[in-house]
DNA sequence: TGTATTTTTCTTGTCGACAAGAAGTCGGCA
DNA sequence: TGCCGACTTCTTGTCGACAAGAAAAATACA
């Protein structure tokens, strides 16, 4: 592979980010996919580092649950625990709806340009049919919301709850019909709406329905898909 | 100080995570006060390690936001950030109840038990007076019950939340009167009687309740201790 | 005597090398 | 031929040293 990504012109401190980063969206874009060996080695090689800064980088994303570490053996890409997503739904659909509910309580000047912002993209990424582009849209724009909402602790969970969606949903996004995305386009305009109206209670409805939407259709892919799986296997 | 902990027995992968829990006990406990400044040499010296393994540690500590690392400069336990502390009391709130609703709807044999003990322990620290001991066993005891909830989500931010809880206690601990810690003794109890009884509302109701007696008591400490530096300061 | 600039010093960030532990390999034995 | 044990090799964990950046100290100048 030609992965040679050498920025000899690191200033000091940039050098763990980028390795931080660059793995972080490989992992959630399963470029990087689940259980894939990560060397050191290699990827010292790779980013012309040392050892040192590639490891931070990796208690990093270990911290955040993205790699998992067997102690003196290897280290790999997180598994997609299939027999939690039950907690993963609850925890979901439980952010979607208070960060919504505190956007339309918190949000000032600005917030709502910063949302329509992401909304467009999203908007673009439907139109263009560009199933990729939809999926980490969606997440930005409702980061964005989340946001507006003022709680960094919300925010932070939400975002490792999104980002772990994408995962998942990069394993099925074949399986999206252009009918459903559109009606998201109208979904979000609706909970834009009752942000700006300040209309908590209606933004924790439509938050609702909207989270209930999504994990359906996550849901019915992955049965979907596991149902072809479980026929070859028998 | 006396600080040499020289285990000089530490198989191979051990050292990390003693500097780890060590250091985050005492940010957590306050021994190392917010805004300490943490000399990585010095540490090297007091664990007997080399600095390697101090700083894996360290970017452990802040991945967690307990330790804050000024790029190029001074790493310093990280302050406790009182503007912040409406996002905090609401997140803490809705964890209180979020667990304790999914104990009473998915506690399994065994859970309760885990949870008895903790509220033994919470009980006898109460009845001899031990407010250290208050706050660490009350942590303990709803960590079990978020436990019993089955979602590795709330737990993880609940325990985050219970522990920068823990820092903002200590700095008050010295207000605790006898009357209300009684009085949680009493509403740990029913919470228990409604999680036994997998009673989801009334669970909720009780959780509630309990949350906002919490954070009240929180927040009188705060605005009375507030008062008092705010007339050294004029 | 006060301020600006250079120098020193100290801490962090990075590096290359070494050591320990585990998996795979090879050989011996039944 | 099949199984058990020593050996080799490969990856991770740890170390001591060096380099860069920033604060503090010292010096020069007005």
Redesign the pocket.
Known sequence: MDETEKLQT???????STVYETLRNEIIELKLPPGSP????QLSDRF??????I??ALVRLAAEGLIT?L?????IVSNIDFLGLPEFFDALTLMYRVTTRLAAANHAEGDIAAILVQQKAFEAAVTSRDVLGMISTNRDFHIAIAQAGRNRYYVELFTRLLDEGRRILRLYYSSFNDVLPRQYVGEHEELIQAIINRDVTLADRLASAHADQIVGQIRSYITADSRQNAKLAL
Chains 1, 2 share one sequence.
């Open positions: 690191h200033r000091r401190g940039s050098g763990v990560i060397d050191e080695q012309a580092l040392s050892r040192t800064p490891r931070e570490t102690t003196n053996r290897a280290t």
